[in-house]
């Protein structure tokens, strides 16, 4: 076992595991296991699980996301103060109080890179067991986990369309999988292409849109599509539908948390506040609280406090019921 299984061994299991769990599932119900659906539907449950496994490191991006751009203005005044200044110590200065404020607020600028990066592991590992699909059938080579040789080989059999499961664009000399290949590379770019669009176009406030983390979403909005198209004739179809699969279930789910939790001063919010109050519903703000009294990261979570009323009317505060005085007194015999 090569240095590069041992350390993809637990993702590998796991992988393997999931997918012979779903295929005992799918054929229990009648399905066949040489047919080239049974195989797709295994691939987008194991996505499935994979993602709500992944689902806390979502969420916690979701929040470190919101509060990046609740401080912008005070990062903006931060880059300002030390404008055209391009000596070390102005540069270490400003790093320093930059990350001082992320540290004080409990957010990091690379916490949206963590589900991408979860995710990698297990790509690399079903890419593995994909591409030795093959060698797996004929016994010459094994996996952790129930993944079987005889899995292998009903795999192998397996077709869509005409098309192997384990074929590639370029290691194959198969029509219908050059072309399965590139109808699912397409869709990949385009998937990926409209969740950095509805991202940026709907859930980024104007004054977030002039940094550099802007700028380089702007670049990955069209660099990403040409780098699946670049990388994707190398995968076999399987690992192609599984990435398909993932980048469907990431634009569905940002879809839902644009439109139910949008990020402060962005269309989004501005289109839920019409929804809400066409709806008699009362509006919401975010504020943001610092980490400094619990002294973590996830202390710093998002306040949502009650917007004031329309008409500029102010809402008098309640006092607490005073007990008369001499009420404590003991009463004359």
Same mark, same amino acid.
């Given at each position: &076992?090569?240095?590069?299984?041992?350390?993809?061994?637990?993702?590998?299991?796991?992988?393997?595991?999931?997918?012979?769990?779903?295929?005992?599932?799918?054929?229990?119900?009648?399905?066949?296991?040489?047919?080239?659906?049974?195989?797709?539907?295994?691939?987008?449950?194991?996505?499935?699980?994979?993602?709500?496994?992944?689902?806390?490191?979502?969420?916690?991006?979701?929040?470190?996301?919101?509060? &990046?751009?609740?401080?912008?203005?005070?990062? &903006?005044?931060?880059?300002?103060?030390?404008?055209?200044?391009?000596?070390?110590?102005?540069?270490?200065?400003?790093?320093?109080?930059?990350?001082?404020?992320?540290?004080?607020?409990?957010?990091?600028?690379?916490?949206?890179?963590?589900?991408?990066?979860?995710?990698?592991?297990?790509?690399?590992?079903?890419?593995?067991?994909?591409?030795?699909?093959?060698?797996?059938?004929?016994?010459?080579?094994?996996?952790?986990?129930?993944?079987?040789?005889?899995?292998?080989?009903?795999?192998?059999?397996?077709?869509?369309?005409?098309?192997?499961?384990?074929?590639?664009?370029?290691?194959?000399?198969?029509?219908?999988?050059?072309?399965?290949?590139?109808?699912?590379?397409?869709?990949?770019?385009?998937?990926?292409?409209?969740?950095?669009?509805?991202?940026?176009?709907?859930?980024? +406030?104007?004054?977030?849109?002039?940094?550099?983390?802007? /700028?380089?979403?702007?670049?990955?909005?069209?660099?990403?599509?040409?780098?699946?198209?670049?990388?994707?004739?190398?995968?076999?179809?399987?690992?192609?539908?599984?990435?398909?699969?993932?980048?469907?279930?990431?634009?569905?789910?940002?879809?839902?948390?644009?439109?139910?939790?949008?990020?402060?001063?962005?269309?989004?919010?501005?289109?839920?506040?019409? /929804?809400?109050?066409?709806?008699?519903?009362?509006?919401?703000?975010?504020?943001?609280?610092?980490?400094?009294?619990?002294?973590?990261?996830?202390?710093?979570?998002?306040?949502?406090?009650?917007?004031?009323?329309?008409?500029?009317?102010?809402?008098? +505060?309640?006092?607490?019921?005073?007990?008369?005085?001499?009420?404590?007194?003991?009463?004359?015999?």
């Amino acid at each position: &076992m090569g240095f590069l299984d041992t350390l993809l061994w637990p993702f590998t299991w796991l992988v393997s595991s999931i997918m012979a769990g779903f295929h005992w599932l799918l054929t229990a119900v009648g399905m066949q296991d040489t047919n080239g659906l049974t195989w797709i539907l295994v691939i987008v449950g194991l996505v499935i699980i994979l993602r709500l496994l992944l689902m806390p490191l979502f969420v916690r991006q979701i929040h470190s996301q919101r509060r &990046m751009q609740l401080i912008q203005p005070e990062l &903006m005044k931060i880059q300002k103060k030390y404008k055209g200044k391009k000596d070390d110590i102005s540069r270490q200065k400003m790093q320093e109080e930059s990350f001082g404020l992320y540290k004080k607020h409990g957010t990091n600028p690379f916490a949206s890179c963590l589900p991408i990066l979860a995710q990698m592991p297990f790509f690399f590992a079903l890419f593995r067991i994909l591409n030795s699909i093959p060698t797996i059938a004929d016994g010459t080579k094994d996996v952790p986990g129930f993944f079987t040789p005889e899995l292998a080989h009903a795999m192998n059999e397996s077709t869509v369309l005409g098309a192997h499961m384990s074929s590639s664009f370029l290691h194959s000399d198969d029509t219908p999988a050059k072309i399965l290949a590139v109808v699912l590379i397409i869709a990949m770019s385009v998937t990926t292409f409209t969740t950095q669009h509805q991202l940026m176009r709907k859930n980024m +406030p104007a004054s977030a849109l002039d940094n550099p983390m802007a /700028r380089q979403q702007k670049v990955l909005l069209y660099v990403l599509p040409l780098v699946f198209a670049v990388t994707g004739v190398n995968f076999p179809l399987g690992v192609l539908v599984y990435w398909t699969a993932s980048n469907l279930w990431t634009m569905c789910q940002q879809f839902y948390v644009i439109r139910r939790m949008p990020a402060p001063g962005s269309p989004a919010e501005k289109a839920l506040e019409q /929804r809400r109050q066409a709806k008699g519903k009362p509006v919401t703000k975010m504020q943001l609280s610092t980490a400094a009294d619990a002294g973590d990261e996830e202390s710093a979570a998002e306040e949502v406090t009650p917007a004031r009323p329309q008409g500029g009317q102010r809402v008098q +505060p309640k006092g607490k019921k005073r007990k008369k005085a001499g009420s404590n007194r003991p009463k004359g015999r």
